[in-house]
């Protein structure tokens, strides 16, 4: 079957607990505290995060799906024949289907996705799509380095995919770093397809982030649960709220979770006092404008050589290369 293809060919580089609990006590110990965004995604993480593209304040999908199917034609132009196409964070791998649809022979797929769940239920559906794609799927967090598998069938050139804005939930450096990492895996003859949101009304920011059935609020809460869970931490659930905020001077999303209360978590022999009101950093969502996505690559070696808008300029996509 499609599931025990995608299982035999898995590369399980997945955080261990010990890793998880590591960058939980080093982030607790900061002033202000700070959580890693990417623990939000164990399988009821990607489930909600799913649910979330389904909210109506949700723009960003919705609206990346639809500029992908307006752009696919010079896309695919732009990337050629045969390509190895290499994702970075695939989730449920929407977005992926449209890509390979629609580029020309592609040969090969490789999604890293730190959600082993989300990563096999994508592979799966796209094995099924696509029998001629070699699927490589690699279970692994893609900010840390990752062996590739090698493809079978040689390919022309490497294409890296990188939408849904993931890009914004890096901060500066660490996303300079990102787009390095993604140059490093296209090559000299290779190329990157990166999506941003732009920069708009805080007020259509905030909403997206604070949708009105509460499912952010659901999915950042998870990560106490998840953490609770797989570490043995011991923080309180219903003392904590979720709280997303447009910061224009910075032109991000924050999102925090804040102490309803003074209270001690416990994470092993540590234990850590918050305060009442007291914020917890847990993600950010940076919004980008033509210029300074274009600044950030140039960082990284990359120019920016193709780029497409929605009509309302809400969301874009780029195509960089070295
Ligand atoms: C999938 C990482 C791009 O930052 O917009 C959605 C995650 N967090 N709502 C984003 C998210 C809260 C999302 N990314």
Redesign the pocket.
């Known amino acids: 079957t499609a599931r025990a293809r995608a299982q035999a060919a898995l590369t399980d580089l997945r955080p261990r607990p010990d890793d998880v609990a590591a960058d939980t006590i080093a982030g607790l110990a900061r002033t202000p505290k700070r959580l890693p ?1 990417k623990y ?1 995604y164990d399988a009821e993480g990607s489930r909600l ?1 799913e649910a ?1 593209t389904r909210q109506p304040e ?1 723009y ?1 999908t919705r609206v990346e799906l639809a500029l992908m199917e307006t752009a696919l034609g010079p896309i695919a132009q732009a990337a050629g024949p045969d390509v190895h196409v290499v994702e970075f ?1 695939s ?1 449920s791998g929407r977005k992926t289907e449209l890509l390979l649809a629609g580029l020309d022979h592609p040969v090969a797929y490789t999604p890293i996705e730190i959600s082993r769940t989300a990563l096999m239920d994508s592979v799966t559906r796209l094995g099924q799509s696509f029998p001629d794609v070699q699927m490589l799927p690699v279970c692994a967090d893609f900010t840390r380095p990752v062996p590739l598998p090698a493809a079978q069938h040689r390919s022309r050139r490497t294409l890296v995919f990188f939408p ?3 890009l ?2 890096f901060r500066e450096a660490e996303s300079v770093q990102l787009l390095a990492s993604m140059r490093d895996t296209m090559g000299e003859a290779g190329c990157a397809l990166v999506g941003i ?1 732009l920069d708009k009304d805080p007020a259509v920011l905030e909403a ?2 604070n949708d009105l059935a509460g499912v ?1 609020a659901a ?2 809460l998870n990560l106490l649960a998840r953490l609770n869970r797989e570490i043995g931490s011991d923080f309180a659930l219903d003392a904590f709220h979720h709280r ?1 905020v447009y910061a224009r001077e910075r032109m991000r ?1 924050e ?1 925090a979770l804040v102490s309803d209360r003074a209270q001690t978590v416990h994470v092993g022999e540590h234990a850590f006092a918050f305060e009442a009101g007291e914020a917890m950093q847990v ?1 950010i ?1 940076q919004k980008y404008t033509d210029a300074s996505f274009a600044a950030l690559a140039a960082r990284a070696g990359l120019r920016v050589t193709h780029g497409w808008n929605d009509p309302t300029g809400a969301f874009g996509l780029r195509l960089v290369q070295p």
């Open positions: 965004s939000f995060f979330i949700y960003l964070g989730g849904g804005s993931t914004g939930n949101d997206a982030y952010t999915f950042t997303a999303i999102t993600e969502s």
